[in-house]
């Protein structure tokens, strides 16, 4: 039998068993029901019977995999276990809370016109583009700035910039300008049941965007 694999881009977690699975190509999130939900584990567990194979083929859940990788397999971001949010922060500087908001607004624009999966292969690139770069010059770029003070200006331009429902695209403005001045971040996403959906971004196992306590309910389901 030739090697089968979840379908590229789609995304999944285990919940307390319930699968939840966040489709990229139909920008759409879905739960499986128990016995969906029974199949994808015999799957995961390498016992699935031939009636299961055939159900997650026909209803687009696993395939063969392509030559072209997807954009990251899921759960590759550490545990979150501080946050920079719950620490003292020092004075918002200015020129840094507006290059968030000049950003906020710019990712909100490429949401509106780019899909997310797109928009993710774009954000990818870039991650890459700038690793090349670094092992060219014989490592990694040194941060310019400390996560204190990113994270202040980050918190200060909620103040201004309409920050509702806006944790996507605050959550790429804030990744985008920490892989500019040095960091690794991670831009994730984390859903809950019932149903949540909520964006975040970390530095290892370091929160910046929010606080340990906004984020801890949520489960993974896809980390750039």
């Known amino acids: 039998m030739s090697a089968i694999a979840v379908r590229p881009g789609l995304y999944y977690c285990d919940i307390d068993g319930a699968y939840v699975f966040l489709d990229l190509d139909a920008q759409r999130y879905f739960l499986l029901g128990s016995a969906a939900a029974g199949r994808f584990q015999r799957f995961l567990d390498g016992v699935m019977a031939d009636d299961d194979l055939d ?5 687009r859940l696993l395939c063969q995999p392509e030559s072209a990788p997807p954009i990251d397999r899921n759960h590759m971001v550490a545990e979150a276990a501080v946050s920079t949010m719950d620490e003292a922060l020092p004075r918002a500087d200015a020129i ?6 000049l950003a906020h607004r710019a990712a909100e624009r490429w949401l ?3 899909p997310l999966k797109a928009l993710l ?14 092992g060219q ?3 990694q770029k040194e941060p310019s700035l400390g ?11 909620e ?3 309409n920050s509702i429902d806006q944790c996507l695209p605050r959550g790429i403005a804030l990744y985008t300008l920490l892989q500019r001045q040095g960091f690794t971040p991670n831009l994730v996403i984390g859903v809950t049941i019932p149903f949540t959906a909520h964006c975040w971004v970390q530095v290892g196992d370091r929160v910046v965007s929010d606080s340990l306590d906004r984020v801890r309910p949520f489960t993974p389901i896809l980390a750039l």
């Open 137 to 139: 010059t014989g490592g």
């Open 112 to 114: 509106r016109r780019s």
């Open 147 to 157: 996560l204190s003070r990113i994270t202040a200006a980050f918190r200060a331009s």
């Open 96 to 101: 840094l809370t507006l290059q968030i908001i």
């Open 55 to 59: 159900w997650l083929i026909g209803n």
């Open 121 to 134: 292969q774009d954000l990818r690139a870039g991650r890459d583009s700038a690793a090349t770069a670094w």
């Open 159 to 161: 103040r201004i910039s």
